[in-house]
């Protein structure tokens, strides 16, 4: 079964850090790409960031540019998101994703499985 | 504001069909696939429409999605009670060089 299990959020105070991980099974980590997506509470789903199967490559939206790192270890089959200089707009539920392939096309189609998310509060 | 325009809320009652819409334009749906997502309240997303028009083993062929030039449709049969929930669109955009939701659409069987 294809599980994806995302840990260390919680509260920070702005300007602070922290980092998620998230943990897979179930699949061959290291040949899919992977995202990183947020849900402020109430709110719709933002995209924050994307890395590729060797983690040679990364995307990030520019709301979080130059502040959050999306990084893996495909040793540990562990994706991981840094997150620095924390703002209360940043405070949401962040998802890790898998980036679905389609085997007959030959291409990456954006996220397929979800992880149950977990809570980033940034207050003081 | 998103780059994606869906409707806010839509509704429908048992065993009718409802569609809803995503707009976009040539930067992201115009020349990219779309995907749609099912939310549960208090859940996970869900992936129920890849590539403009494929389901995923386990979506239920009430489930249908179609594109056409810069806007996109999800449409769903039979409705059922189980079928309430948040549903969002996605696609890659070129001009943000980033992936892109619509705003979200909340259904509601009456």
């Known amino acids: 079964e294809v599980q994806l299990v995302e840990s260390g959020g919680g509260l920070v105070q702005p300007g602070g850090s922290l980092r998620l991980s998230c943990a897979v099974s179930g699949f061959t980590f290291s040949s899919y790409w992977m995202h990183w997506v947020r849900q402020a509470p109430g709110k719709g789903l933002v995209w924050v960031s994307r890395i590729n199967s060797e983690g040679s490559s990364t995307n990030y939206a520019d709301s979080v540019k130059g502040r959050f790192t999306i990084s893996r270890d495909n040793a540990k089959n562990t994706l991981y998101l840094q997150m620095n200089s924390l703002r209360a707009e940043d405070t949401a539920v962040y998802y890790c994703?898998?980036?679905?392939?389609?085997?007959?096309?030959?291409?990456?189609?954006?996220?397929?499985?979800w992880g149950q998310g977990t809570t980033v509060t940034v207050s003081s | 504001q998103s780059v994606l325009t869906q409707p806010p809320s839509a509704s429908g009652t048992p065993g009718q069909r409802v569609t809803i819409s995503c707009s976009g334009s040539s930067s992201n749906i115009g020349s990219k696939t779309v995907n749609w997502y099912q939310q549960l309240p208090g859940t996970a997303p869900k992936l129920l429409i890849y590539?403009?028009?494929q389901r995923p083993s386990g979506v239920p062929d009430r489930f249908s999605g179609s594109k056409s030039g810069t806007s996109a449709s999800l449409a769903i049969s039979g409705l059922q009670s189980e079928d309430e929930a948040d549903y969002y669109c996605a696609t890659w955009d070129d001009s943000v060089n980033g992936w892109v939701f619509g705003g979200g659409t909340k259904l509601t069987v009456l």
């Open positions: 994703a898998r980036s679905g392939y389609s085997t007959s096309g030959g291409y990456y189609f954006g996220m397929d499985v």
């Open positions: 590539t403009n028009d």
